[in-house]
Nanobody, 124 residues
Framework: QAQLHESGGGLVQAGDSLRLSCTAP????????MGWFRQAPGKEREFVAA????????TNSETVKGRFTISKDNAKSTVYLQMNSLKPEDTAVYYC?????????????????WGQGTQVTVSS
């Protein structure tokens, strides 16, 4: 079973930036669709961004487009989520996940492997 590990979360102020990292086995980062989701207290898990095995990315246009960027470094077996202009409503636990190529990237049910999550808290 692939192991995913997120890092980089923390407490920041509105307008600040953070970069989350997700390390995974090399074959997972290279061959799977990698996604970032977030879950705030009392809310459902929400799609943030995903990147395909060939590097094509997609983001949640309603909530993070223009502020968050997903990328990956196959050589480092790491997927990144660069978060700029953070808002208090971005506060959540952020999860990294892996899905079979071709699965709908925005659906949590497409992802078979999940990390433990990293907390991001944005103060106003």
């Amino acid at each position: 079973q692939a192991q995913l590990h997120e890092s980089g979360g923390g407490l920041v102020q509105a307008g600040d930036s953070l970069r989350l990292s997700c390390t995974a086995p090399p074959r997972t980062v290279m061959w799977y669709t990698m996604g970032w989701f977030r879950q705030a207290p009392g809310k459902e898990r929400e799609f943030v961004a995903a990147i395909s095995r060939i590097g094509t990315s997609t983001t949640n246009s309603e909530t993070v487009k223009g502020r968050f960027t997903i990328s990956k470094d196959n050589a480092k077996s790491t997927v990144y989520l660069q978060m700029n202009s953070l808002k208090p409503e971005d506060t959540a636990v952020y999860y990294c996940a892996a899905a079979q190529p071709g699965s709908p990237a925005s659906l949590p049910t497409s992802y078979s492997t999940w990390g433990q999550g990293t907390q991001v808290t944005v103060s106003s």
